[in-house]
């Protein structure tokens, strides 16, 4: 089994909408949750992070945390053109960060 | 955050030879991290390098393969040994700072073709 697993898209959402992106992860022990941004050719950029059960939100940004479901999400509010990109989830064990495979959002104009 | 300086940005090498590529980091930082994304995936973490001990590698990945210096607490290099074009990825630096330490941030990156 994958240690981070998202769901696979491409997520293709019209401009205003909400895009929904998932993560479910093997390691109880984890601590620490992140969403990283990835635009084509670049390198990831950190846009949420999360330690505690629930929701912590950042602008447009919602990251959702379940530790008992080992469950992490990302909600994407009043999407943008430049919102289009892969999205990473990343989880902590031990100071080590284990990857999704991302989740590509094309926002549609 | 810390700003990550990573050089070369690109490199197309030959099969056989070695690649060096250096990063910088603007203040000092315990743990410095190396990664690997071939087309198309995520990001592997190759290993993690301490200052003044010898890096820890990942399964997968050795010490003859992937050489890692970390002379000092701002500075580490990876070197790409003896390359084929499996090889070829972007590699990149990254540290971990916040309140847990963990969150990571990365330097723009290494894209190596090998050919």
């Known amino acids: 089994q994958k240690e981070v697993e998202q769901n696979s898209g491409p997520l293709s959402v019209p401009e205003g909408a909400i895009a929904s992106l998932n993560c479910t992860y093997s390691?109880?022990?984890?601590?620490?949750f992140f969403w990283y941004r990835q635009y084509s050719g670049k390198s990831p950029e950190l846009i949420m992070s999360i330690y505690s059960n629930g929701d912590k939100e950042d602008g447009r940004f919602t990251a959702q945390l379940n530790k008992a479901s080992q469950y992490v999400s990302l909600l994407i509010r009043d999407s943008q053109p430049s919102d289009s990109a892969t999205y990473l989830c990343?989880?902590?064990?031990?100071?080590?960060?284990?990857f999704g495979a991302g989740t590509t959002v094309t926002v549609r104009a | 955050s810390a700003v990550i300086s990573q050089k070369p940005s690109r490199d197309i090498c030959q099969r056989g030879t070695s690649l060096t590529i250096q990063c910088q980091v603007d203040?000092?930082?315990?743990?410095m991290f190396w990664y690997r994304q071939q087309p198309g995936q995520s990001l592997t973490l190759i290993a993690t390098a301490n200052q003044g001990s010898e890096a820890t590698y990942e399964s997968g990945f050795v010490i003859d393969k992937f050489p890692i210096s970390r002379p000092n607490l701002t500075f580490s290099t990876l070197t790409v040994s003896n390359m084929s074009p499996e090889d070829s990825s972007i590699y990149l630096c990254s540290v971990q700072q916040g309140s847990m330490n963990t969150e990571a941030f990365f330097g723009q990156g290494t894209r190596l073709t090998v050919v």
């Open positions: 990343a989880v902590e064990l031990e100071y080590k960060l284990s």
């Open positions: 203040s000092q930082v315990t743990m």
């Open positions: 390691d109880r022990v984890s601590q620490s």
